[in-house]
Nanobody, 115 residues
Framework: QVQLVESGGGLVQAGGSLRLSCAAS????????MGWYRQAPGKQRELVAS???????NYANSVKGRFTISRDNAKNTVYLQMSSLKPEDTAVYYC?????????WGQGTQVTVSA
């Protein structure tokens, strides 16, 4: 079955960096769109960044220039490099894949940015 397992979250001071990883299994990783979403308390889940199978990327305006999404098709893993973190980046970050088998989510990883 499709599985997405996130890691790399934690507590960091404002201005710091974190790298999230999402290990995928159960589907043909290289042909699927992969994305990172986040949900802060009391807010709707929102797209942070996505990466197509061709490597095209898309970012939320709030993270452009600070976050970078990348994928390693040999390792079935997608990454989110986050730099210049701000307290408003605090949220649970979710890995997502959307393809022929459907739309799937990971369990999420908490990112907390202290002021």
């Amino acid at each position: 079955q499709v599985q997405l397992v996130e890691s790399g979250g934690g507590l960091v001071q404002a201005g710091g960096s974190l790298r999230l990883s999402c290990a995928a299994s159960g589907f043909i990783f290289r042909i699927n769109v992969m994305g990172w979403y986040r949900q802060a308390p009391g807010k709707q889940r929102e797209l942070v960044a996505s990466c197509t199978n061709g490597g095209a990327t898309n970012y939320a305006n709030s993270v452009k220039g600070r976050f970078t999404i990348s994928r390693d098709n040999a390792k079935n893993t997608v990454y989110l490099q986050m730099s210049s973190l701000k307290p408003e980046d605090t949220a649970v970050y979710y890995c997502n894949t959307n393809g022929a088998l459907g739309n799937y989510w990971g369990q999420g990883t908490q990112v907390t940015v202290s002021a």
